[in-house]
């Protein structure tokens, strides 16, 4: 029997809704996590992942949809967290039946919940949703793949931190090593060879991707995965999956700078957010530095306009600015200064509303 205690961990981290699903018809199975509607709907991705047990399925949901409450509050957004994760294999679970079911599951929800893509699914897939439901974002005719917002704002993050840390932003005096080079890494990939980086390395385990930027970029250069961690840079750029920083992998960085796309980038928030800021590294919050796809999409909830999301976009700069001066002037490490800044936005929207007004 599993150890993990579902309902312990939700009254702990609050949550709302922890919600199983099966299509008998398609073989769809998967969970829904809503972490939090203090601010509105709960927003969040769909990850499809051939998980190796059900356990870990349901622990990943659960972290992804508290980042996502975090991340939309520290965004200024008026949306709460949630996320899906699917359990399959990628390369054969997928159809139009399969996304359309997942679709009608969305829609019991009754907008509770609204779902986009994320690792493994599309606008494509999201068209399929799109069928059953109107609570899904990031279709093709509208905001689109959120891949290459969610790497400006990276980008925008990136100059944030190195402003903060070295007094100069101008990205092509400093040297990059990103971990991942599928989506928001290659997004963000092109935009620092756009702003003449010194030197960009790259580690990627899907061959597929590596092929298609040595092809494209022969001057990025490929380093092992095990190599990521004590590359000689100026900034560690993680475009990959979670929980890659820890006791294991922190001791050997060698970068000033930790700011990049990936989600719960750090195995515990705490222990390795102390670690890290003990060893003079600048992190920028993961919640609050990919938090331009979000941004993107809630733009198409409001009524799509290019210009006005990016300008909103643009905005993760100031607010990891914010964030680094709250950390150094309460001594605390980047991860929990941004929450301590996301918690705060969420706790006076909701006393704001203690009181009743017809609208």
């Not at 040297?175 to 990627?204: C, P, R």
Request: contains cysteine; charged residues 25%; aromatic residues 10%.
């Amino acid at each position: 029997m599993s150890e993990f205690k579902h309902f312990e961990y939700m009254e702990k981290h609050r949550y709302e809704q922890v919600v199983y699903f099966y299509d008998k018809t398609t073989g769809l199975k998967g969970i829904t996590c809503i972490h939090n509607t203090t601010l509105g709907p709960a927003l969040g991705g769909t990850r499809l992942w051939n998980y190796d047990t059900e356990e870990e399925a349901v622990v990943d949901c659960l972290r992804l949809a508290r980042g996502m409450t975090y991340k939309a509050a520290a965004a200024g957004l008026n949306l709460g967290g949630g996320k899906t994760v699917l359990i399959g294999d990628p390369d054969t679970v997928k159809s139009e039946g399969y996304f359309r079911a997942l679709g009608r599951y969305v829609q019991s929800l009754n907008g509770r919940y609204i779902t986009a893509e994320d690792v493994n699914t599309s606008t494509k897939d999201m068209d399929f949703v799109s069928m059953e439901t109107d609570h899904v974002v990031g279709l093709e005719g509208k905001s689109g793949n959120p891949s290459p917002m969610t790497a400006l704002g990276a980008f925008h993050g990136i100059r944030a931190a190195l402003q903060f840390k070295f007094g100069d932003e101008t990205i092509s005096k400093y040297t990059f090593a990103v971990q991942g080079a599928g989506q928001t890494g290659y997004y963000l990939i092109k935009k620092l060879i756009e702003m003449k980086a010194k030197k960009i390395y790259f580690s990627e385990i899907n061959k597929k991707h590596i092929a298609r930027l040595q092809k494209e970029h022969p001057d990025v250069e490929f380093i092992e995965p095990k190599d990521f961690f004590k590359a000689n840079v100026d900034v560690l750029v993680p475009c990959a999956l979670g929980g890659v920083f820890n006791s294991d992998t922190i001791p050997q960085i060698k970068a000033k700078i930790i700011a990049g796309t990936a989600n719960n980038v750090l195995l515990d928030d705490d222990i390795d957010g102390n670690l890290i800021k003990e060893k003079g590294i600048l992190y920028a919050p993961d919640f609050v530095i990919n938090a331009g796809g979000l941004i993107n999409v809630y733009h198409e909830i409001k009524g799509y306009n290019i210009g006005r999301a990016t300008r909103d976009i643009e905005k993760i700069y100031d607010r990891l600015l914010e964030i680094f001066k709250i950390a150094e002037r309460e001594n605390i490490h980047t991860q929990l200064a941004a929450k301590v800044f996301a918690k705060k936005r969420i706790e006076t929207i909701n006393n704001l509303q203690d009181n009743y007004i017809v609208r």
